[in-house]
């Protein structure tokens, strides 16, 4: 989906001013709080560059909404999402609700319907982030993860047998269609070709021997295409291993839904921490709107207070800059976070070693950003 001109707006060149329409979905526990300052941090990226504006509408849906309408989104919801031309989302979980429920009712369906097939994740190591490393410099951590986002293992296709007896069965299915499985390894050579770096496929045929094997065939394959690309191919747990001892080694690295979910946390934990850690789900022909989001966890425990990080979310919003085609200003946005993180970590929350509450926070990055 194209943004939209509405009204009669124009920009500082005399131009119609775009319009983007955002749905904003907040969700649960610090989810609302870092949203807050997500949003502040685009609006101020627009005015910066004056030929455009957001336009926000936020839903109350989440685990709250479930609480009191056994639902996590009406269900309307996604053609009501689907009207506009991007999502922001904040975080989901929250105690009492199932995570099955939690995860799979809200951000999976978005996922799924909208067929946002590629979750884009920077595993980044920036100036003045705090990497648990020994010796390792910044330029060393500088991956970017292409997971697949609508299949493999999170594809919830299984049976459950004879439930509560003894002899009780449970199947778990993954799914790896030939389409699914080349859409995703082929943007990722494609990224590769055009960013001049390296590949890295992460399976584990030795152990899974039928989705795997069908993994790296299809890598081989689609690789024809593409022999300017320099490829590596890892087990899981062999890439766990580099990814600690030897990060500088991967550049793009291409993997299934589950395995992308893991290696990336790990990889936020070696750049910095889950504070600093965002994630696109793209459909990249944009036929249906993508969406942004922190990859934290709805963090119950500290919602409300004003400590939570906003980074990550503010770092979700540099990822829609750019897939808008704003990268100046989605470049300008990871600027100012180096900034932050090297001569401003009074104004950090406190898990980044400052002292701000999340609002405080957003308003210096606003501050530092114009």
Same mark, same amino acid.
């Given at each position: 989906?194209?943004?939209?001109?509405?009204?009669?707006?124009?920009?500082?060149?005399?131009?119609?001013?775009?319009?983007?329409?955002?749905?904003?979905?907040?969700?649960?526990?610090?989810?609302?709080?870092?949203?807050?300052?997500?949003?502040?941090?685009?609006?101020?990226?627009?005015?910066?560059?004056?030929?455009?504006?957001?336009?926000?509408?936020?839903?109350?849906?989440?685990?709250?909404?479930?609480?009191?309408?056994?639902?996590?989104?009406?269900?309307?919801? =996604?053609?009501?999402?689907?009207?506009?031309?991007?999502?922001?989302? &904040? +975080?989901?979980? @929250?105690? $009492?609700? %199932?995570?099955?429920?939690?995860?799979?009712?809200?951000?999976?369906?978005?996922?799924?319907?909208?067929?946002?097939?590629?979750?884009?994740?920077?595993?980044?190591?920036?100036?003045?982030?705090?990497?648990?490393?020994?010796?390792?410099?910044?330029?060393?951590?500088?991956?970017?993860? =292409?997971?697949?986002?609508?299949?493999?293992?999170?594809?919830?296709? &299984? +049976?459950?047998? @004879?439930? $509560?007896? %003894?002899?009780?069965?449970?199947?778990?299915?993954?799914?790896?269609?030939?389409?699914?499985?080349?859409?995703?390894?082929?943007?990722?050579?494609?990224?590769?070709?055009?960013?001049?770096?390296?590949?890295?496929?992460?399976?584990?045929?030795?152990?899974?021997?039928?989705?795997?094997?069908?993994?790296?065939?299809?890598?081989?394959?689609?690789?024809?295409?593409?022999?300017?690309?320099?490829?590596?191919?890892?087990?899981?747990?062999?890439?766990?291993?580099?990814?600690?001892?030897?990060?500088?080694?991967?550049?793009?690295?291409?993997?299934?839904?589950?395995?992308?979910?893991?290696?990336?946390?790990?990889?936020?934990?070696?750049?910095?921490?889950?504070?600093?850690?965002?994630?696109?789900?793209?459909?990249?022909?944009?036929?249906?709107?993508?969406?942004?989001?922190?990859?934290?966890?709805?963090?119950?425990?500290?919602?409300?207070?004003?400590?939570?990080?906003?980074?990550?979310?503010?770092?979700?919003?540099?990822?829609?800059?750019?897939?808008?085609?704003?990268?100046?200003?989605?470049?300008?946005?990871?600027?100012?976070?180096?900034?932050?993180?090297?001569?401003?970590?009074?104004?950090?929350?406190?898990?980044?070693?400052?002292?701000?509450?999340?609002?405080?926070?957003?308003?210096?990055?606003?501050?530092?950003?114009?």
């Amino acid at each position: 989906m194209n943004p939209i001109d509405r009204g009669e707006q124009f920009g500082r060149k005399g131009e119609m001013m775009k319009e983007y329409r955002i749905a904003v979905v907040a969700g649960d526990g610090i989810g609302p709080e870092v949203m807050a300052e997500c949003k502040k941090v685009l609006a101020a990226a627009a005015e910066l560059d004056g030929g455009f504006r957001f336009e926000f509408t936020d839903f109350p849906w989440g685990c709250q909404y479930y609480l009191k309408t056994g639902q996590m989104m009406p269900e309307d919801g =996604i053609e009501t999402l689907r009207g506009y031309d991007a999502i922001l989302l &904040g +975080a989901v979980g @929250y105690p $009492g609700v %199932p995570d099955n429920i939690s995860l799979r009712d809200l951000l999976i369906r978005i996922r799924h319907d909208f067929d946002q097939y590629i979750n884009l994740r920077p595993v980044k190591l920036l100036k003045g982030a705090d990497c648990p490393l020994k010796d390792v410099k910044t330029e060393d951590v500088n991956m970017t993860f =292409i997971r697949e986002n609508t299949e493999g293992e999170y594809s919830g296709q &299984g +049976a459950w047998l @004879y439930k $509560g007896q %003894p002899n009780e069965v449970v199947i778990q299915d993954s799914v790896f269609s030939r389409k699914g499985t080349e859409r995703v390894i082929r943007y990722a050579y494609e990224l590769a070709k055009k960013e001049g770096k390296t590949l890295t496929s992460v399976s584990k045929a030795n152990a899974l021997n039928y989705s795997m094997v069908f993994w790296d065939q299809i890598f081989r394959e689609v690789g024809q295409d593409y022999p300017e690309v320099e490829t590596h191919s890892l087990l899981v747990d062999a890439a766990s291993m580099f990814m600690v001892k030897d990060p500088a080694r991967f550049q793009i690295v291409v993997t299934s839904n589950l395995f992308g979910d893991i290696l990336t946390d790990l990889g936020a934990a070696i750049a910095g921490g889950m504070g600093l850690a965002a994630g696109a789900n793209l459909n990249p022909e944009r036929k249906f709107p993508s969406m942004f989001e922190p990859i934290h966890g709805s963090a119950p425990d500290i919602a409300g207070t004003q400590t939570a990080n906003p980074l990550a979310a503010i770092w979700s919003a540099s990822q829609l800059l750019d897939f808008f085609g704003h990268e100046d200003l989605g470049k300008k946005i990871l600027d100012t976070m180096e900034e932050m993180l090297t001569n401003h970590r009074h104004a950090l929350t406190p898990d980044q070693g400052g002292s701000a509450t999340t609002s405080a926070c957003g308003d210096a990055f606003v501050e530092l950003l114009n």
